[in-house]
C-alpha cells in the first residue's frame, strides 16, 4: 500500500461495504454523553451518574449490531474540553480517539443538556473542536439535547425550546450544522419513545454520512496516525516473511519499528496539545479582554451614579436653601 489516496480507499470501502458507522460523542462533563452512548448501544455499557464515581475518565469504544446487520461504534469520551482537563491530557485523549475509530468518525454527537444553562466554557469547547479539526468538522456535527423528560414535563416541545429557551450560541451552532438536532431522555422506559429517538438519531447520521459522500471525517492528524499504522503493519508483516534471520534480530527490528511508532505518536500527540495551547490562549485572552471591559462598564456606570448622586445631593440642597428662603419669607 502506498501514499495517502490508498488510505482513503480504505476508508470508504469500510464505510460503504460493511456499513460501519463510527460516532463519537461529546460535550461538557455531566451533560449525558455516556447515557446518550447507552441508550444508542441499548444496554448499560459505559457508567453514567450524577456522582463523581460515574464520570467517564478515558474514551472507550463500543459496538453494537442492529437487525439488519449494521453496525454502529459508538466513541464515549471524557469531558474532554472541560477547562479543568489539561492539554497534556487532552491531546493524548484525542489520539486515543483517532485511533479508536479506525475507520474515521461518521458523525460527530455534540451533547448538551437542556437541564444545564450554556457555559462560556461550552462556548469555548465547541469553539476547540473547530480549532483542532478545522471547519469541516461541522459538517459532521449532529446536536443532542438530553433531558427529554425535563422538558416533557415543562410541556415543552423541542421546536418551543429551540425557538426560545435554547442558548444563543446553541442556535448559531443548529444555524452552521443545517438543525440536525435530536432530543432524548435517556431514562424513559417507554421501548417506543426509545425506538423513535434513536431512529432519528439514526436517520441524522445516514444524512450526515449522504451529504459527506459516504466519506467519514478525516484531517491531517487522522492521515498521519493512519500512515503510521498501516507502515507499522506492513513493514511487521515483511519482517515477518524474512528468512535467514535470527529470532532475536527479528524481535529487534519490530521493537524499532514499534518505536518508531510511537515516537510519531508522541510528535501528534505534541501537535494536537500545541493547537489546543493556542485556541485556549485565544480564547483566555478573549475572556480577559470581556472581563476588562465588563469592568469599565461598570467602573463608568459606577461614576455616572456618583454624578447623579452628586446632582441629586445639589438638588437637594438647592430645595433646602429655596425652602428656607420661603420659610424667612414666611416669617418675615
Ligand atoms: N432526567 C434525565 N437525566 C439524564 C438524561 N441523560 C442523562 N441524564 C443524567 O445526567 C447525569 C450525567 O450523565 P452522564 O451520562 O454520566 O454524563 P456524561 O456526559 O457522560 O458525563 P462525564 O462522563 O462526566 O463527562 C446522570 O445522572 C444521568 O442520569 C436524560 O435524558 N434525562
Ligand atoms: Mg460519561
Keep these: 500500500m502506498m501514499g495517502g489516496s490508498a488510505i482513503d480507499d480504505d476508508w470508504e470501502i469500510a ?6 458507522r463510527t460516532v463519537v460523542l461529546v460535550g461538557r462533563t455531566g451533560n449525558g454523553k455516556s447515557a446518550t452512548g447507552n441508550s444508542i448501544l441499548g444496554r448499560k455499557a459505559s457508567k453514567s451518574s450524577a456522582s463523581s464515581s460515574g464520570i ?3 474514551s472507550e469504544l463500543q459496538k453494537t449490531v442492529l437487525k439488519d446487520g449494521q453496525i454502529i461504534n459508538v ?4 469531558g474532554l474540553f472541560d477547562l479543568s482537563s489539561g492539554p497534556e491530557f487532552v491531546g493524548k485523549e484525542i489520539v486515543k480517539c483517532i485511533n479508536l475509530a479506525k475507520d474515521g468518525i461518521h458523525a460527530v454527537l455534540v451533547v448538551f443538556s437542556v437541564r ?12 476547540s473542536l473547530q480549532t483542532l479539526f478545522g471547519r469541516k468538522i ?7 439535547f438530553t433531558g427529554g423528560d425535563d422538558l416533557e414535563d415543562d410541556d415543552t416541545t423541542l421546536e418551543e425550546y429551540l425557538g426560545g429557551k435554547c442558548p444563543q450560541p446553541l442556535k448559531e451552532i443548529l444555524v452552521l450544522c443545517e438543525n440536525r438536532c435530536v432530543l432524548f431522555d435517556n431514562k424513559t422506559k417507554d421501548e417506543k419513545k426509545r425506538a423513535e429517538q434513536f431512529q432519528r438519531l439514526l436517520f441524522l447520521v445516514n444524512m450526515v454520512i449522504a451529504q459527506n459522500g459516504g466519506r467519514p471525517y478525516t484531517d491531517d492528524l487522522f492521515v498521519e496516525l493512519k500512515k503510521g499504522a498501516i507502515k507499522l503493519r506492513d513493514q511487521q508483516e515483511e519482517v515477518d516473511s524474512l528468512t535467514g534471520y535470527s529470532k532475536e534480530q527479528i524481535s529487534e527490528l519490530k521493537e524499532q519499528m514499534q518505536q518508531t511508532y510511537e515516537d510519531q505518536l508522541r510528535r501528534i500527540t505534541e501537535m494536537v496539545e500545541l ?3 493556542e485556541a485556549t490562549t485565544g480564547l483566555e485572552q478573549q475572556l ?3 472581563q476588562a471591559a465588563r469592568l469599565r462598564a461598570e467602573e463608568s456606570a459606577q461614576l455616572a451614579q456618583k454624578r447623579s448622586e452628586d ?3 445639589k438638588l437637594r440642597e438647592h430645595l433646602q436653601k429655596a425652602e428656607e428662603e420661603l420659610r424667612r419669607q414666611g416669617c418675615t
Excluded at 464505510?15 to 460501519?20: A, I, L, Y
Excluded at 462560556?120 to 465547541?126: D, G, I, P, V
Design 75 to 78: 466513541i464515549d469520551t471524557p
Design 288 to 290: 480577559a479582554e470581556e
Design 116 to 127: 444545564t444553562r450554556f457555559s462560556k466554557e461550552e462556548e469555548a469547547a465547541l469553539c
Design 56 to 58: 467517564t475518565r478515558s
Design 311 to 313: 446632582e441629586i445631593r
Design 15 to 20: 464505510s460503504t461495504s460493511n456499513g460501519v
Design 138 to 144: 461541522i459538517d459532521y456535527m449532529i446536536v443532542v
Design 275 to 277: 493547537k489546543l495551547k
